[in-house]
């Protein structure tokens, strides 16, 4: 399955909502969508699990939807620490691939 | 607290093999699915490998299934990925990663450090 994540960057100011989009090539169920935060030379940090379940300590600014093969994340109001890469990944059929990215750039 | 802490990366020359680790510590090991998520520099996650808690079950990128081996020993609390036939686009930093599930995958939601593994002559 590949994943198209868009966009490729998203450039924002502090308290603007961000949203970013993770497509697949098929159709998976919701239970195996998840969502990765990366800073700048930091591990991956899981932030959303089946597609909308947020991981333990993640804020409720951070929110998952999606079905079907259309995911969403969305940061409901932007702070200076979101800034960093955004990965999706699937675990339906393995190999269990991530997306490209998306970079969000907070201004 | 769960800790994850790999060893075994460095300088290999193409063709050669290393040995990744991870050592596990603070959550049951055996319950859970492990896996090895890399990063070329400058790039984004690339999926490597899992295993599943029993070490019965295992799952391999095309990239490099036939040449990489993973491997879990419960009784030390650690995971292995064999590295063989190594390849200059094998050069990343290889992070090992706990799975919330036991059997089949659902979120990686502890990472180590990660361990830098370099190919070149």
């Known amino acids: 399955i590949v994943l198209t994540q868009s966009p490729d960057t998203l450039s924002l100011s502090p308290g603007e909502r961000a949203t970013l989009s993770c497509r697949a090539s098929q159709i998976l169920s919701s239970t195996y969508l998840a969502w990765y935060q990366q800073r700048p030379g930091q591990a991956p940090r899981l932030l959303i699990y089946a597609a909308s379940s947020r991981a333990t300590g993640i804020p409720d600014r951070f929110s998952g939807s999606g079905s079907g093969a259309d995911f969403t994340l969305t940061i409901s109001r932007l702070e200076p620490e979101d800034s960093a890469v955004y990965y999706c990944?699937?675990?339906?059929?393995?190999?269990?691939?991530f997306g490209p990215g998306t970079k969000v750039h907070i201004k | 607290e769960v800790q994850l802490l790999e060893s075994g990366g460095g300088l290999v020359q193409p063709g050669g093999s290393l040995r990744l680790s991870c050592a596990a510590s603070g959550f049951t090991f055996s319950s859970h699915v492990m896996t090895w998520v890399r990063q070329a520099p400058g790039k984004g996650l690339e999926y490597v490998s899992g295993i599943s808690g029993s070490g019965g079950d295992t799952y391999y990128a095309g990239s490099v299934k036939g040449r990489f081996t993973i491997s879990r020993d419960n009784s030390k609390n650690t995971l292995y990925l064999q590295m063989n036939s190594l390849r200059a686009d094998d050069t990343a930093v290889y992070y090992c990663a706990k799975d919330q599930a036991t059997a089949w995958p659902y979120g990686l939601d502890v990472w180590g450090q990660g361990t830098t593994v370099t190919v070149s002559s």
């Open positions: 990944q699937q675990h339906a059929t393995s190999p269990f691939t």
